[in-house]
């Protein structure tokens, strides 16, 4: 069996970071990271627009506590306000520490780290690497992991939580080369797994977001938090549904529909299309079904409408924004510069996730923590983003929480011992599970019963949702569930079997799948991304609160916890 001290799965900006704060605290702890990709193609690597960081480098009015205001009042007054207290103060000391590590961010003229406008901030404090933030700074971060000695496993495909009597004792790993299967124990898991944007049929999210983490915790009999909430990105490119970065409005570009109108002007006058990621995707939304989108022929009635920088000039786009231009280039061959680029709502990230405290630790219940088990990153909810996440916020919570989970483990490992894992039977059960995939005699191809999986998701619980439709989609998910068992593998193999890790990723999407319905069908009112038609207006009296899903195959139990209101009381949300 393998031991380390502390297992991290995610080799993503979560996980990254608190590796490297591990090991500067206690460089002689064996710390090892997991990831099913290569960590470099985390779906980190991605993010464009950037970090969000009250530097006051270019605008001096702004500070921690307007920072904080932002993300609450984007949150739709969800967040835990001590948690975004934490994130929001936290941000210009993880942006400067980043800095020394060598992350090569965007400039002023004199020197400085520039910051650009985002959705939903009142100023300017995004810091960017041009539109490759990702890239910038988990470069930095997984060099940082190699100087320090981390071991990585490198796509190897976590497939189990040990969890026993209250404690997280390692996971169960299969090697994507050959199959090959181990156990490894250690004083603390962490799990900064990212997202599952692959629920749905149209994401801005890489092939391997696909909720393994939140599924293996679900399954371990623990609950998810908060799963209803689903960002849509309001520019998507259409059809390929790819991102286009909410830098490029925030360097001004427009939203135009049908009638070559700026129809933010009706949903948010006052920030116009840097109005909050789900108050956009909706008014987009509207528009086309009012039959004010765009058909690729130029007509109205179609399905998307147009993100318009012809104004910004050819000079700004390329140096601002020069990887969008290339996406809409290469994807759908438009010039940005002379052309308008053809978007709709794309689903983009996960604002619930595994239940944690501000140190990470993984709640099993509202009060209670399981010993020995973090979690941190998109994957975590500690929750920072409540209802709606503002962007430039997700790779701020990575690093700023990534890090203090990484000290919470560092302090938690002293003076434990290595726990006892029965090997041999984690290690047949594994064998038993890979066997019976391999040789079920099913009549369904996976591709199959994902893309219908993912086709009943974004039409029953999208940007719309209702009683009705929800309860529709729990059945066809419930026939889908059904199929599962009956999937046909065709390779047999040991080797490079990809088929297997697509059969077990299907899984991790239905059970998140399930809880994402559950959940939202429970919530009746509307609030940030999760919008109700038949319940159209939040209600604080009865769902301030968090909610609490604990999976079962039987079914899903839900349960709520308190929100902590420390600085803004709720009011009515406008912009
Ligand atoms: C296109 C795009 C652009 C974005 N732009 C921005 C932006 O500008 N600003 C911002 O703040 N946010 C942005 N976001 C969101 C942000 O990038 C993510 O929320 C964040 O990077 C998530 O990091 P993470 O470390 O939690 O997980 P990820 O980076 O997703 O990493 C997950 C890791 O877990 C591993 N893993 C998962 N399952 C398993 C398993 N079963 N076994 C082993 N390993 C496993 C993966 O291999 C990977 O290494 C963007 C997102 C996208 C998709």
């Known amino acids: 069996m393998l031991e380390h001290d502390v297992i991290i799965v995610g080799g993503g900006l979560a996980g990254c970071r608190a590796a490297v704060e591990i090991a500067r605290i206690n460089p002689s702890l064996n710390i090892a990271v997991v990831a099913k990709t290569h960590p470099i193609r985390s779906h980190s690597v991605a993010a464009q627009g950037g970090m ?3 530097l006051k480098n270019v605008d001096t009015e702004d500070s921690w506590e307007a920072h904080a205001f932002d993300t609450v009042k984007g949150s739709d007054y969800l967040a835990d306000q001590d948690a975004v207290a934490i994130l929001t103060q936290e941000a210009p000391n993880v942006v400067i520490d980043l800095e020394h590590m060598g992350v090569l961010f965007s400039r002023l003229p004199d020197g400085r780290i520039a910051q650009r406008a985002f959705g939903g901030h009142s ?13 910038a700074i988990l470069h930095e971060l997984v060099n940082n992991l190699r100087r320090y000695g981390v071991q990585i496993y490198q796509e190897w495909y976590v497939m189990k939580l040990v969890l026993e009597d209250g404690q997280a004792k390692g996971v169960v790993m299969y090697r994507l080369l050959d199959g090959h299967i181990e156990v490894l124990r250690a004083k603390a898991v962490m799990f900064a ?11 801005s999210n890489d092939y391997a977001s696909t909720g393994d983490g939140l599924a293996m915790t679900a399954i371990a009999g623990l609950p998810l938090e908060d799963m209803e909430f689903v960002q849509f990105h309001p520019t998507g490119l259409y059809p390929v549904g790819v991102l286009i970065s909410e830098a490029v409005r925030g360097e001004g570009a427009y939203l135009i529909n049908s009638e070559g109108d700026r129809f933010m002007a009706n949903y948010a006058p006052s920030r116009m299309e840097l109005a909050p990621r789900d108050i956009t995707s909706r008014a987009i939304a509207y528009e086309i079904r009012a039959g004010r989108g765009i058909h690729p022929d130029g007509s109205a009635g179609g399905p998307f409408v147009y993100l318009d920088l012809r104004h910004m000039g050819r000079e700004k786009i390329m140096s601002r924004v020069p990887f969008c231009w290339e996406e809409a280039h290469r994807l ?15 689903i983009h990230y996960c604002m619930g996730g595994i239940p944690v405290n501000v140190d990470g630790r993984v709640r099993s219940s509202g009060d209670n923590f399981v010993d020995g088990f973090f979690a941190a990153g998109e994957t975590a ?7 709606n996440r503002l ?19 560092a302090n938690f490992v002293q003076n434990r011992k290595l726990p006892v894992v029965d090997e041999q039977r984690y290690i047949k059960e594994a064998q038993q599970e890979i066997q019976a995939l391999l040789e079920q005699p099913g009549k369904y ?3 199959e019963v994902r893309q219908a999986f993912q086709d009943t998701m974004t039409q029953y619980c999208g940007v719309f949702r209702t009683e009705e439709l929800m309860s529709q989609g729990l059945e066809k998910l419930a026939e889908l569930e059904q199929q599962y068992p009956q999937v046909y593998l065709d390779d047999k193999g040991k080797s490079w079997n990809t088929e297997i890790v697509e059969a077990l990723e299907l899984r991790s999407l239905m059970v998140v799948g399930h809880t994402i319905l559950a959940s939202a069908l429970n919530r009746q009112e509307s609030r940030g991304a999760h919008f109700r038609e038949d319940y159209a207006n939040r209600d604080d009296e009865k769902f301030l609160k968090h909610t609490m899903a604990y999976y079962s195959p039987a079914g899903i ?15 009515e949300r406008r912009y």
């Not at 797994?193 to 994401?203: A, C, F, L």
């Not at 430039?392 to 483990?409: D, M, Q």
């Not at 839900?558 to 420390?566: F, L």
Request: proline share 6%; charged share 15%.
């Open 381 to 387: 909810c500690v929750s920072v983003h409540g209802a």
């Open 391 to 409: 962007g430039s916020n997700s790779l701020l919570e990575c690093v700023v929480y990534g890090k203090r989970t990484g000290s919470a483990i």
């Open 123 to 135: 100023h300017n404090r995004t810091c960017y690497a041009a539109d490759k933030t990702g890239h």
């Open 332 to 346: 759908v061959g438009v010039d940005a510069v002379t052309q308008p680029m053809p978007v709709r709502p794309t």
């Open 557 to 571: 139990d839900i349960q709520y916890r308190p929100v902590a209101i420390t600085m803004f009381q709720p009011q």
């Open 193 to 203: 797994t990212g997202g599952y944007g692959r629920v749905y049929n149209t994401t």
């Open 52 to 54: 969000a960081a009250s």
């Open 445 to 447: 191809r996976i591709n």
